[in-house]
């Protein structure tokens, strides 16, 4: 009989395969407590359960783990890139930084992406596999020690935003959130949590009803379907009447703000004609705008804007909430899949 990979398992499952077991029900709380709190991933060393207890537990589950194989350090932004590689071989990227308020991580959701965003190294990359709930449990595991060790301090923080895009892969995503957020799991409260989609409408729509606390935030990157298309192939499935008519509609199941994401590209969608338009799209919407200064990198035939300050000026004077994204790690290959990519490359 193959056993259960433990890391995929919310608290729920594992509680009714531990009684299947007749293991006691605190037992599935203590096991929780040593590898979500403690970081202890071997049974023998969860030295308040039983050894006949371990024994059973071992015959039935696994936890598989992965590793960091590189860390590229930005120590002036205190942002910690990291390149994880699971037990098939397979890597992604996760980012960690310390902003004001704490420590977030950056997480992937699939190894490569299908969404081929033209700005985008991830999308340079064809999906080879979803993560499995436990593969985006183990990054925040193996983050959680490298930043306590270092100093002594908890990420409380998760954007899922990493390579991969999360709603591709979404029964795996919910299952890594029902472990994120419980109580015995990793504890990190929904409000804490923010999930990115480059706008897979039904998806956005199905997590506001199941998990109405996570924050949402949506790339959006252009006022209109012309500039939209030539940027995100995923906009000839969902236009953008269609995702801002389902924004609209998460705010209000959800009584939640959006962040919309926006990366100025020079000439691209950078225009303050861009900007107006895009004000007049978000009328109603309750939402904030995050301005992305772009990360220009060889892959891709994109420039920087230089009316950042402009596109940014015009948004606020109409009233929309809007912010320049503070620039990390522009000295470690920051956008996300371009360390995969070059660790890729050094392979070849
Ligand atoms: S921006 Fe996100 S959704 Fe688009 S290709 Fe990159 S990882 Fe995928």
Known sequence: MSKHLLLDLSFDICEKLFAKLKLKNFIVKQVFHWIYQKNIYDFNKMTNISLNNQKIIKQNFAIILAKIIDINIDKKHKTFKFLVQFHDKNSIEMVVMKFGYGWT????????????????????????????????????????????????????NIVIMGIGEPFDNFTNLVEALKIITNPYGMAIGPNHITVSTCGICPKILQLAKLMPKINLAVSLHAPNDAIRKQLMPINNAYNLNLLLRTCKKYCHLTKKRITFEYILLENINDHKTDAIELIKKLKGINCYVNLIPYNEINECKFARSKKINIFFNTLKQNKILVKIRQERGGTINAACGQLRIKYEDDRK
């Open 105 to 156: 991580i950056c997480l992937s959701s699939q190894v490569g992406c299908s969404m081929q965003c033209k700005f985008c190294a991830s999308g340079m990359k064809i999906k080879k596999r979803d993560l499995t709930p436990g593969e985006f449990v183990m990054q925040y595991l193996l983050a959680k020690k490298y930043i306590f060790d270092q100093f002594h301090e908890r990420i409380t």
